[in-house]
C-alpha cells in the first residue's frame, strides 16, 4: 500500500481538487488526502517539539555551565575542617607526637 501511496503522491494526490461530482472514488482519494495531511502535520509538530526540547536542554546546560563558573570564581576554596576542629585535631597531633618521643 506505501508504494501506492507514494506512487499517487508523486502523481499530484495532494494538489488533486475535487470537482462537482461526488463519486465514490473521489470520496477515497479525499479521505486519503486528508490522513496524509493529517500524517505530515503530526510529523512536523513532532519535529518541532524534538527541536524545541534540544533548545531547552541546550539552555539549561548553559545555565547550569555558568552558574558553576560563577560560583567556582566566587567562592573561595574552603578548608576540609572548621577552624575549631583543625585546632583542636592539632593540639590531639601534637600530644600524641610528644607521647611517642622516647
Known sequence: MTSDVDAAIEAGLMTFQACGCADGSIAEVMQVQQRLRTAWDARERYRQRGARLARRAEERDA????????????????????????????????????????
Not at 545555565?63 to 576554596?77: F, I, Y
Request: charged share 30%; glycine share 2%.
Open 63 to 102: 545555565r547550569r555551565l555558568k552558574a558553576t563558573e560563577v560560583t567556582d570564581s566566587v567562592q573561595p576554596p574552603r578548608p576540609a575542617l572548621p577552624t575549631g576542629a583543625a585546632a583542636i585535631l592539632a593540639r590531639a597531633k601534637a600530644k600524641a607526637a610528644e607521647r611517642m618521643k622516647p
